[in-house]
């Protein structure tokens, strides 16, 4: 007796040849609308799933293979002698490869007009059923999806190699696909913000080198549906792969650069912390304004910048080792010049908004933590002037310039700046007057510092960091406030003469 292979597939690339290949190994194809058509029209010799169930298409093809005639085919036994005696009974022959890929759910849904019934529609039914049946029954029943997987079934099948572990990988390979298929739908259908069952699916975009550091093993992935400002639809123009940390970093860097999309803005980072950003009339201009605000750590830094490179600005930042520059274009000319180094990596996206609807993930030791994103942007009208000083419009400017930068950076986050370019940063430091000190310090010896305020994540939770700031010639700061010793802080403020601003939202970042 012939062995039986079940063909219907949505993307129908190469099924022909495969089926003919099938042929030649003495299979008999037995097939389904679309796909039945094509194979019929190509000369190929299939029989109608309608053939083998008695049983006609109906629903508009909703259901045609949900039938036990295919389905006992599948899932028999071949070592269980009631199994087999079953369908022998019955007549039905068993089905040894099944080949299936699936409606087109995620193109559908990435569509823009898309309706709830187009969707629903393209919600397939009959696939994922054989799909699992087949993995299930995977020691007797090979089970195809993709179409990568056509010449190695083959090729294994000639050399008498259709070992196990082959069967097995095929039906864990199903088993992943059908169940991003139907996360894709879940997430979909899914209105609460945070579902009791949490179902995501995520596309490997390529292995890496090594992870965080080079003991580490690493794999990049992105969102099925990948966010449209996002690296996952960026494109690499020049250099090498990035590697675990540059992904990680150039993410920070587009997060901070979105805070600033009115004028043209360059942001320097390392180690996920922006050791400088910079505003301007011109890229030119806002590029020396990043680049002066730490000219020692942007060396072989993450560049983001929201205009198009020009020749000028590309001839700048060519003269220092850069590891990336992302843009959402080169001219050809700035192209030319930055391209002169082999390594640096040049990649172009759509800029916009952060997703507004996002989420962010981190993992935690035996699970997850989730959380929408920080997404409230400063302004003045947020602000609350605790302080017998007022700031200036020209201040209160800057310190909502100083409550956006400072929102990137990690915790405990201080960010000295003009409104324009930052001038000190203190990030990280276990204690809020550490991160002070640390800003500061950056930040005395550079041009503007006379005019500069000071941003904090987080209320102080004593009077240090604000006495430290006002003798050191800070003028104005905003902090979110909150403590229990808030007034020690207002006191101080007044004292020293400095305007204290509260803008009453923290920006913790871990």
């Known amino acids: 007796m012939k062995k039986l292979a079940l063909l219907s597939v949505y993307d129908k690339t190469g099924i022909v040849e495969f089926a003919k290949e099938l042929e030649a190994r003495d299979f008999e194809v037995i097939s389904t609308g679309g796909t039945l058509k094509k194979l019929l029209a190509n000369g190929i010799k299939a029989t109608a799933v309608d053939d083998i169930t008695n049983f006609k298409e109906m629903l508009d093809g909703r259901v045609k293979t949900l039938h036990p005639r295919i389905h006992a085919g599948i899932l028999a036994k071949r070592d269980n002698k009631i199994h087999m005696q079953q369908l022998s009974d019955e007549n039905i022959q068993p089905i040894d490869l099944v080949c299936v890929n699936l409606y087109p759910f995620k193109a559908t849904i990435e569509k823009p007009d898309v309706t709830d019934d187009e969707a629903i529609e393209n919600i397939d039914i009959g696939g994922p059923s054989m799909l699992r049946a087949a993995a299930k029954n995977s020691q007797d029943v090979i089970v195809l999806t993709d179409v990568h997987d056509y010449d190695e079934y083959l090729k294994r099948y000639d050399d008498d190699n259709l070992d196990q572990q082959f069967h097995r990988h095929l039906a864990a390979k199903v088993f992943r696909s059908t169940a991003a298929y139907d996360a894709l739908i879940a997430k979909y259908l899914t209105k609460e913000e945070f579902p009791d069952k949490l179902t995501m699916t995520y596309e490997k975009v390529e292995a890496m080198r090594y992870?965080?550091?080079?003991?580490?093993?690493?794999?990049?992935?992105?969102?099925?549906?990948?966010?449209?400002?996002?690296?996952?639809?960026?494109?690499?123009?020049?250099?090498?792969?990035?590697?675990?940390?540059?992904?990680?970093?150039?993410?920070?860097?587009?997060?901070?650069?979105?805070?600033?999309?009115?004028?043209?803005?360059?942001?320097?980072?390392?180690?996920?912390?922006?050791?400088?950003?910079?505003?301007?009339?011109?890229?030119?201009?806002?590029?020396?304004?990043?680049?002066?605000?730490?000219?020692?750590?942007?060396?072989?830094?993450?560049?983001?910048?929201?205009?198009?490179?020009?020749?000028?600005?590309?001839?700048?930042?060519?003269?220092?080792?850069?590891?990336?520059?992302?843009?959402?274009?080169?001219?050809?000319?700035?192209?030319?010049?930055?391209?002169?180094?082999?390594?640096?990596?040049?990649?172009?996206?759509?800029?916009?908004?952060?997703?507004?609807?996002?989420?962010?993930?981190?993992?935690?030791?035996?699970?997850?933590?989730?959380?929408?994103?920080d997404l409230l942007h400063e302004t003045p009208n947020n602000f609350k002037v605790v302080s017998k000083v007022q700031p200036s419009k020209q201040q209160l400017k800057a310190l909502a310039f100083g409550q956006n930068a400072v929102k990137h950076v990690k915790s405990n986050a201080i960010v000295v700046t003009t409104g324009t370019k930052t001038l000190g940063v203190g990030a990280g430091q276990m204690n809020r007057i550490d991160s002070t000190k640390i800003a500061i310090d950056k930040a005395q010896s550079k041009d503007g510092y006379d005019n500069a305020i000071m941003a904090s994540d987080a209320f102080f939770p004593m009077d240090d960091c604000v006495e430290f700031a006002g003798k050191h010639g800070i003028k104005a700061i905003v902090e979110p406030g909150g403590s229990i010793k808030d007034q020690a802080s207002i006191d101080k403020a007044n004292e020293l003469g400095v305007a204290l601003v509260f803008s009453g939202k923290r920006h913790f970042k871990h």
């Open 211 to 373: 992870g965080e550091n080079s003991h580490q093993q690493a794999a990049y992935y992105k969102q099925a549906i990948p966010e449209k400002y996002s690296l996952a639809n960026a494109k690499q123009l020049h250099g090498k792969t990035l590697s675990y940390n540059n992904i990680r970093d150039a993410d920070a860097a587009l997060r901070v650069i979105a805070e600033f999309p009115d004028d043209p803005a360059v942001v320097a980072l390392k180690h996920m912390n922006p050791c400088g950003i910079g505003t301007a009339k011109t890229l030119l201009d806002a590029w020396q304004e990043a680049f002066d605000a730490d000219p020692i750590s942007i060396f072989g830094g993450i560049i983001v910048l929201n205009r198009e490179v020009d020749l000028k600005t590309a001839q700048k930042m060519h003269e220092i080792f850069l590891e990336i520059v992302i843009a959402p274009s080169f001219t050809d000319e700035a192209y030319d010049v930055l391209a002169k180094k082999k390594n640096i990596r040049l990649i172009t996206l759509p800029f916009g908004p952060v997703d507004q609807n996002g989420h962010d993930e981190v993992s935690v030791l035996g699970g997850m933590l989730v959380q929408n994103r």
